[in-house]
């Protein structure tokens, strides 16, 4: 139950940084799931590669790199899912930063509430 409830949340954070990043175009709900799966799945698979590849220089700008693999992650997927629009790298970069800082805030009263329910 909480992993559909963090699925929806995750798709509307996504269409919420769509809204105020120009560039992003989302189709909708629907699209906006399957973006959720499609970029769980490219974060579990080819992520950790480009980490470890990309690693001298994920050290010398101590971790800020992965905001670039984020997103060509997000930029990439633009490319395949037919509703969904990325303008540029630029738009990319934007959007992963948005959207990592709502689904942080999201998680945050995730945890506080269900905390609150299990005592």
């Known amino acids: 139950m909480l992993i559909?409830?963090?699925?929806?949340?995750?798709?509307?954070?996504?269409?919420?940084a769509a809204y105020f990043i120009p560039g992003i175009t989302v189709g909708g709900l629907?699209?906006?799931l399957i973006l959720v799966v499609v970029l769980g799945l490219l974060n579990i698979t080819i992520r950790p590669i480009?980490?470890?590849l990309t690693l001298p220089i994920n050290i010398l700008t101590f971790g800020l790199f992965a905001f670039v693999i984020n997103a060509l992650i997000i930029w990439f997927?633009?490319?395949f899912i037919q509703d969904f629009?990325?303008?540029?790298f630029l738009s990319a970069l934007l959007f992963s930063l948005v959207l990592s800082l709502i689904q942080a805030v999201f998680d945050m009263i995730l945890n506080k509430v269900f905390k609150k329910s299990r005592h």
């Open 4 to 16: 559909l409830f963090k699925w929806l949340i995750s798709a509307l954070a996504i269409l919420l």
């Open 30 to 32: 629907w699209i906006a």
């Open 50 to 52: 480009l980490i470890l």
């Open 77 to 79: 997927t633009a490319t």
């Open 85 to 88: 629009f990325v303008e540029g």
